[in-house]
């Protein structure tokens, strides 16, 4: 009986350890998700950075100044930097990605002074077409950084998910098992 008595409370202890599992399980599995649905706007954002720049330049070698266009990209650049901002941008928070940010936006600081400059003495005199180009590059490695943080993020989502299948399974067993000996219980004691 009192071997009984204690491998029910061990029965007990690891249930409760299940359901807080679980729970944590649980918990982790929707911030994840959270994570990946603010990525998808960040590499969408980064990824508009990446092509508006090189509208801006090709607008301003025609001739067409559009400092509009550069507030714009001035605005998703601290959105991008800080989180939240007027296009409420998550900041991700990866290392790799970061770094490619700071670059793209010091880059990207260096190449408005290039385009006042343009404006001042034409852009034939300046370097304004190669300093494009190099921008185009590092913004096109910070959109890969991006991806390459959401996809692990991905993956952490994937196995967060399997673990809480397989507790949920072991959860509904427990259940089954526990009614199973509730009945055989009842049924002894009539």
Avoid at 16 to 39: A, C, E, F, P, Y
Avoid at 86 to 114: I, R
């Amino acid at each position: 009986m009192k071997i009984m008595k204690k491998k029910r409370k061990i029965e007990r202890f690891f249930q409760g350890l299940l359901v807080i599992i679980h729970i944590v399980l649980t918990i982790l599995v929707m911030s994840d998700v959270r994570k990946i649905q603010g990525n998808a706007r960040v590499i969408n954002y980064a990824g508009i950075i990446r092509g508006a720049t090189q509208r801006e330049i090709k607008l301003e070698i025609s001739g067409n100044e559009n400092d509009s266009l550069i507030e714009y990209l001035d605005t998703i650049f601290e959105g991008l930097m800080n989180g939240g901002g007027k296009y409420q941008l998550t900041k991700l928070e990866n290392p790799q990605y970061q770094d490619k940010l700071l670059e793209l936006n010091t880059s990207w600081s260096s190449l408005k002074k290039e385009i006042q400059k343009a404006r001042e003495i034409g852009y034939e005199n300046t370097r304004i077409i190669d300093m494009s180009e190099e921008y185009f590059y590092l913004a096109d490695e910070t959109v890969t950084a991006a991806e390459n943080y959401s996809h692990y993020c991905e993956l952490r989502l994937n196995k967060l998910e399997k673990g809480l299948m397989i507790t949920s399974a072991v959860i509904i067993f427990v259940i089954i098992r526990e009614s199973i000996l509730a009945l055989i219980l009842m049924g002894n004691l009539k």
